[in-house]
């Protein structure tokens, strides 16, 4: 709530925890001044993440890359999502929901794993004579290629578990913002 001096009574972190702990219930429950200052600081936020996203284009990023911890860039997500659905703009929903869903692109990786990962990158494939390949010893590219895919790999599955909580985390919230009330599955 605003008091009478025309300032947010409640910090930043406060809204944005009420979201993040409410979901659409909190975020309803925002008015007036706050409600705009949570709006600028989303538009900023999503603005951001999608530069990040448009300059590291790999399956795999960095989280430190994002600007800022994943809980508040999908707090962001949702209140842009919400003022969209007012609007109503279904294609700018559709463009943030698939956002939402790439935050998980976005991992903890260690600096090891870093290099692992951007030497894959660089060298897609090892040249590999028909030779070597036929014969039984692995060379040291081959053995780091090896490493290099399975540490790829490893980050893969992080990215598609997470992708799938992301994806029952927004289709749930999307429903209780679209569909207030009702049940998310109906039955027939």
């Known amino acids: 709530m605003d008091d009478t001096h025309g ?31 949570l709006l600028r600081w989303s ?19 960095d989280e430190r890359l994002l600007p800022c911890p994943k809980p508040d860039l999908r707090v962001a997500l949702k209140v842009e999502l919400q003022n969209f659905a007012l609007k109503p703009n279904v294609e ?6 698939r956002a939402y869903l790439n935050i998980s692109r976005f991992q903890p990786i ?6 692992m990962l951007e030497e894959l990158n660089l060298h897609a494939v090892p040249v590999v004579e028909l030779e070597a390949a036929q014969g039984a010893t692995v060379t040291e590219q081959e053995q780091r290629f090896m490493d ?41």
């Open 110 to 115: 260690t600096p090891a794993d870093q290099l």
């Open 43 to 61: 538009d900023a936020m999503v603005e951001s993440y999608g530069k990040a996203f448009q300059r590291n284009k790999a399956i795999v990023m």
């Open 7 to 37: 300032t947010p009574t409640r910090s930043l972190s406060d809204l944005i925890a009420m979201v993040r702990e409410h979901g659409v219930s909190g975020l309803l429950s925002i008015h007036g001044l706050e409600r705009l200052e």
């Open 92 to 97: 700018a929903m559709e463009d943030l929901a």
């Open 148 to 188: 290099c895919f399975r540490t790829f790999h490893a980050y893969l599955g992080m990215v598609e578990n997470e992708k799938e909580t992301l994806r029952r985390d927004i289709d749930t919230f999307i429903h209780a913002l679209l569909e207030p009330g009702t049940p998310k599955n109906k039955p027939s």
